[in-house]
């Protein structure tokens, strides 16, 4: 069994690790505040929303041409033409 002063030796020795431990820890997170900060001052310098307008604005234009698009098949056109023939029906204002 061991003796008072041995175990009061094996008390300060975890007591020094304890401490040694507790400064790793206390570096650990000034170091991760730091990090942080810079973080935080790169985007907002440089934001990651600007890469997803970029791809928006890539299917929006896209999208757009698609709207616009003249009638690419013969068909198409051939329908468009037999539209156009058609006439509306016109209608009095007294019968609405």
């Known amino acids: 069994m ?3 002063s041995e175990l009061e030796a094996i008390i300060v020795e975890k007591d020094d690790t304890i401490r ?3 400064l790793r820890l206390k570096n650990h997170e000034d170091s991760i505040a730091e990090l942080r900060s810079q973080l ?3 985007q907002s310098v440089m934001p990651f929303a600007t890469a997803a307008a970029a791809v ?6 896209e999208r757009a041409q698609g709207i616009s698009a ?3 098949s013969l068909r198409t056109i051939q329908e468009l ?3 156009s023939q058609k006439t509306v029906p016109d209608f009095p204002k007294s019968s609405r």
């Open 2 to 4: 061991p003796t008072i």
């Open 20 to 22: 040694k431990l507790e």
């Open 40 to 42: 935080d001052k790169f």
């Open 56 to 61: 928006n604005k890539r299917a929006r234009k």
């Open 70 to 72: 003249e009638p690419q």
């Open 81 to 83: 033409s037999l539209a």
